[in-house]
């Protein structure tokens, strides 16, 4: 499995940015789908995830603020981030679990600043 993420930039405090993951193999059967974030100097810690039938989690920093959904069809997995602020400064992963093994992608930097 090979997961494409893109959509990172530079953004200004208050912006907004749309990430998005596009994975190699069909996600229709994939149970569980999500991002993660990590800042410089510290762990990689979950944003947000999204079930096979559509349930939502997300940290308690994103909760309000980011969205994420997924494409069947287009085999893909959107994260929607507004009202970004320079906290949110990290480079973001995309993850699946299929088959029990756990698939990152490369990851996207995300820059909030002024």
């Known amino acids: 499995v090979q997961l494409q993420a893109s959509g990172g930039g530079l953004v200004q405090p208050g912006g907004s940015l749309r990430l998005s993951c596009a994975a190699s193999?069909?996600?229709?059967?994939?149970?569980?789908m999500g991002w993660y974030r990590q800042a410089p100097g510290k762990q990689r810690d979950l944003v947000a995830m999204?079930?096979?039938?559509?349930?939502?989690n997300y940290a308690d920093s994103a909760r309000g603020r980011f969205t994420i959904s997924r494409d069947n069809v287009n085999d893909t997995v959107y994260l929607q981030l507004n009202s970004l602020k320079p906290e949110d400064t990290a480079v973001y992963y995309c993850?699946?679990?299929?088959?029990?093994?756990?698939?990152w992608g490369r990851g996207t930097l995300v820059t909030v600043s002024s």
């Open positions: 193999i069909n996600i229709f059967s994939i149970r569980i």
């Open positions: 993850t699946v679990v299929s088959g029990g093994v756990q698939y």
């Open positions: 999204i079930t096979s039938g559509g349930s939502t």
